[in-house]
């Protein structure tokens, strides 16, 4: 069975960084697309980057080159870099695998970590 495991939320000011990680445990290989999402509250689940087999990413509109995604495929991890964070962009954020970023749904879904960004 996959598991999917994010870690390294928490609460961080306006302007800081933080690195959220993405395990994949029980899977043999790297032959898949690991995304990142977030839900705050009373908003839809919204996409924030994800990272394609091939290397090939894609990002929300809102990203603007404040996020960047990462993945180790030694490891079966993928990472998230947060940087100047805003307070809007306090948020569950989930990790997904699927079979492509373009995918309409995911495989696994991790537990989900909270980031709280105050003004």
């Known amino acids: 069975q996959v598991q999917v495991t994010e870690s390294g939320g928490g609460l961080v000011q306006a302007g800081d960084s933080l690195r959220l990680s993405c395990a994949v445990v029980?899977?043999?290989?790297?032959?898949?697309?690991m995304g990142w999402f977030r839900q705050a509250p009373g908003k839809e689940r919204e996409l924030v980057s994800c990272s394609s087999s091939d290397g090939s990413t894609r990002d929300g509109d809102f990203v603007k080159g404040r996020f960047t995604i990462s993945r180790d495929n030694s490891k079966l991890t993928v990472y998230l870099q947060m940087n100047s964070l805003k307070p809007e962009d306090t948020a569950i954020y989930y990790c997904a695998r699927r079979y492509y970023c373009a995918s309409p749904t995911s495989l696994d879904w991790g537990q989900g970590t909270q980031v709280t960004v105050s003004a």
């Open positions: 029980g899977h043999r290989n790297s032959d898949y697309a």
